[in-house]
């Protein structure tokens, strides 16, 4: 157990719909990031947040959003949901925000899966 | 294309034979990481490396991180059933300010008894 939390499991939602996938990250970890896998891209980095506001961006689509809260949890939004955004997310967090010298240690949570219908 | 590469891609041993994975780039890395993912969970950090040409041991898995700090390799000796997985090297280049962390496209590793 990685101490990082991820609800749902599961989500089977239609194409056109919105989601919200919620993580909290390990305690004391300030660092939030989100990734997609699927099974012909590996896993992509979409975003991270640092103490409640974002410190990178990666392959994140525009319909899609993060933001992380004052209680250091985040949410990923998913909006008008495409066939092609089924996969499994993850959320892992860090003790560090990043920056040279630093390990950036990840640890991930379960992940959610994802079906569009 | 990947920033580091991994090869084999997939690999398929017998229980108590040996096995070596590859992460390779042309960029310098401040760290390395090692991670393996078993089916439908997320990914769990083995090992951190930091210096070049340091060597670290986890029970029958060795890492390596190269001396320019390029490249590293996971060897398992003797493996076994529960060594099956997806196994990622993921790394923090030089240049990166932020420190983000790159990840390769993975080894499948499978062990059959």
């Known amino acids: 157990d990685s101490g990082v939390t991820q609800t749902p499991k599961h989500l089977i939602t239609a194409t056109g719909q919105r989601v919200t996938l919620r993580c909290s990250p390990r305690s004391g970890d300030l660092s939030v990031y989100w990734y997609q896998q699927s099974l012909d891209q590996g896993l992509q980095f979409l975003i991270q947040?640092?103490?409640?506001?974002?410190?990178a961006k990666g392959n994140i689509l525009e319909r899609f959003s993060a933001q992380q809260f004052p209680d250091l949890h985040s949410e990923l939004n998913l909006s008008s949901l495409e066939l092609g955004d089924s996969a499994l997310y993850f959320c892992a967090s860090s003790a560090e925000g990043g920056g040279t010298g630093g390990y950036n240690e990840q640890f991930f949570g379960p992940g959610t899966r994802l079906t569009v219908l | 294309t990947q920033l580091l590469e991994q090869s084999p891609q997939f690999l398929s041993i017998q229980e108590g034979e040996n096995l070596t994975v590859y992460c390779n780039s042309s960029s310098v890395f401040s760290s390395l990481q090692w991670y393996r993912q078993e089916p439908g969970e997320g990914p769990v950090l083995l090992v951190t490396?930091?210096?070049?040409?340091e060597v670290k041991k986890l029970k029958r898995l060795t890492f390596q991180f190269g001396d320019a700090r390029k490249d590293s390799s996971l060897h398992i000796t003797a493996a076994q059933p529960g060594d099956t997985g997806l196994y990622l090297c993921a790394g923090v280049e030089t240049t990166d300010s932020w420190g983000k962390l790159q990840f390769g496209a993975g080894t499948q590793v499978v062990v059959t008894p």
């Open positions: 490396v930091v210096t070049g040409g």
């Open positions: 947040y640092y103490n409640g506001e974002e410190r």
